[in-house]
T-cell receptor, first 120, second 111 residues
Framework: AQTVTQSQPEMSVQEAETVTLSCTYD???????LFWYKQPPSRQMILVIR??????QNATENRFSVNFQKAAKSFSLKISDSQLGDTAMYFC?????????????????FGQGTILTVHP | NAGVTQTPKFRILKIGQSMTLQCAQD?????MYWYRQDPGMGLKLIYY???????DKGEVPNGYNVSRSTTEDFPLRLELAAPSQTSVYFC??????????FGQGTRLTVV
């Protein structure tokens, strides 16, 4: 079974600065997907970024980027130019492939989450 | 597009009561899921479905039942509610490996 660990229960950052959230995972799979989800106080789960394990290039989405280290099984999220609206809980999630004989069917394994507070 | 719609948003149940959480998606996704989120924890999978008429248990299925009669709808049934079922419940859907899209969640309190 896969496990996902987020070792930082809480983080804080000043507006306009950069912050990095950590995530490690344990799997024996060679091919998989990793995600970061944002959960603001509204409770809505929002997909922030997606990384395919067989792609060496780190995924980026505007101010959000990841540092994917496959050998170390590490998947950190960097938020640049932090904004007050980035205040939220952030979840790292793991997924095995669902196609080509895979049987994960898109099921996600989540970490415990990191609460990020952006201060003005 | 509405995406994934869950109802109700909040509910208080008494111990032993039953209820159904409704979930509908309009994205024509085959895969649908129910997760629960306990305070300070990540989400855990209760049940999932890979298409109409096909459901299977996730990590924490005890005390719950599901059905999937159409592609759009995936209700979650709680029978004989217990305090341990106090949680936030999320319905989600996905297309292949693109990642799941979530509803707004239902905060359920069992007293």
């Amino acid at each position: 079974a896969q496990t996902v660990t987020q070792s930082q229960p809480e983080m804080s950052v000043q507006e306009a600065e950069t912050v990095t959230l950590s995530c490690t995972y344990d799997t024996s799979e060679n091919n998989y997907y990793l995600f970061w989800y944002k959960q603001p106080p509204s409770r809505q789960m929002i997909l922030v970024i997606r990384q395919e394990a067989y792609k060496q290039q780190n995924a980026t989405e505007n101010r959000f980027s990841v540092n994917f280290q496959k050998a170390a099984k590490s998947f950190s999220l960097k938020i640049s130019d932090s904004q007050l609206g980035d205040t939220a809980m952030y979840f790292c999630a793991f997924m095995k492939p669902s196609g080509a004989g895979g049987t994960s069917y898109g099921k996600l394994t989540f970490g415990q989450g990191t609460i990020l507070t952006v201060h003005p | 597009n509405a995406g994934v719609t869950q109802t109700p948003k909040f509910r208080i149940l008494k111990i032993g009561q039953s209820m159904t959480l409704q979930c509908a998606q309009d994205m024509n996704h085959n895969y649908m899921y129910w997760y629960r989120q306990d305070p300070g924890m990540g989400l855990k999978l209760i049940y999932y479905s890979v298409g109409a008429g096909i459901t299977d248990k996730g990590e924490v299925p005890n005390g719950y039942n599901v059905s999937r009669s159409t592609t759009e709808d995936f209700p979650l049934r709680l029978e004989l509610a217990a305090p341990s079922q106090t949680s936030v419940y999320f319905c989600a859907s996905s297309y292949r490996d693109r990642g799941a899209f979530f509803g707004q969640g239902t905060r359920l309190t069992v007293v």
